[in-house]
Structure formats: structure tokens, C-alpha cells
């Protein structure tokens, strides 16, 4: 019997440590496609970066054909992208107290709903494609008016703004713009 438990210990690790490798390997292949980036702000004293993970569009139709409009988008690639401040901010006339979120939109052909989260999320969507926000745990939404782009992006870019005070997320033709105050 003690063989027995020996060959089954043995396998059920061999099977985790392939697992894990795989895993790794899966997830450094999807960072090559979609590259992770960091920007960062100051803005009256406070210290601001976002963490995010930036698709290419290859050629596809985005807002509308990849990312459905109506529905929860991570605002990003792989991990659910992260907001953090230093202190407390105004946007959309309401208070984001200093911290770490997700963020995250709900893209819209006129206007997107952007969505600061409390939960921080492993991975920005289930198995099955769905996005792993709660509800529950979001902090403050704001919806802005989408603007057209003189050009097309290839690469989805999160940037801040200075002149206008804003955070910046274009993708496509696409562009959305978040102030800051």
C-alpha cells in the first residue's frame, strides 16, 4: 500500500509542476502579444499609475466587433488593469479616495461608462471569456463621450494628459478621455 501512495504523491506532483510550467509558458506568450506597460502622473501632489496590458488591433474591428458595446471590458489585456493614486481624486465630481483599483468600461458607440473597483483580480476575465468585476465592489463610475481619432491606433495606449488634466485610453479610431481633478 505504501508503494502505491509513493506512485500517486509522485504523479500528483509531476502533474502540478507540468501544470505550473505550462501555465508560465502560456502567460509569457500572451505578454508578447500583448505587451504590459505603466504610466505614471503627478497631479497636485498626488502620485498616480496605471498598470495595463496593451492588444494590438491586427486588422480587427474593436469597439463594436471585439469588445462588444454594452458590455464590461478588463480595459486591457490579460490582468485586469490597475489604477493607483496617492491621494484622494475627483473625477466626474465624485471622490476616489487614495488607493488601488481595477479599473475598468463598459464601452458604448456615444459614450463609456469607466469603472474604479476596490478588488484586485487575478486575471481580467473567467474561462469562459466573462469579465471578473463585481459589481459590488465598485468605488465610483463616470461616463465620458467618446471622441474619433484622426488616426487609428494599433496598439491600445492608456497616457495622461497634463494641459487637460486626464487620463487618456485609445484604441482604433476610438479614444475616451477621463478628468482628473
Known amino acids: 500500500m505504501n508503494k502505491t501512495l509513493k506512485k500517486v504523491a509522485i504523479g500528483v506532483g509531476l502533474l502540478v509542476v507540468a501544470l505550473f510550467v505550462a501555465y508560465k509558458v502560456l502567460q509569457s506568450q500572451t505578454k508578447k502579444a500583448s505587451p504590459e506597460a505603466t504610466v505614471t502622473y503627478q497631479k497636485d501632489g498626488a502620485d498616480i499609475s496605471v498598470f495595463y496590458c496593451r492588444p494590438s488591433k491586427k486588422g480587427r474591428e474593436i469597439f463594436g466587433g471585439l469588445i462588444p458595446f454594452g458590455q464590461v471590458w478588463r480595459t486591457g489585456a490579460n490582468e485586469a488593469t490597475t489604477f493607483t493614486t496617492s491621494k484622494a ?16 468600461t463598459i464601452p458604448n458607440k456615444d459614450n463609456w461608462k469607466v469603472i474604479f473597483n476596490n478588488q484586485q483580480y ?12 463585481e459589481a459590488t465592489a465598485d468605488v465610483l463610475e463616470v461616463e465620458v463621450p467618446v471622441q474619433t ?33
Open 149 to 181: 481619432l484622426p488616426s487609428s491606433q494599433e496598439m491600445f495606449t492608456i497616457s495622461f494628459d497634463a494641459a487637460t488634466s486626464a487620463m487618456l485610453l485609445a484604441w482604433d479610431t476610438t479614444g475616451v478621455s477621463v478628468p482628473l481633478q
Open 89 to 104: 481624486l475627483t473625477i466626474g465630481g465624485k471622490t476616489l479616495p487614495a488607493g488601488k483599483y481595477t479599473l475598468w
Open 122 to 133: 487575478d486575471w481580467g476575465v473567467s474561462w469562459g471569456g466573462v469579465a471578473s468585476r
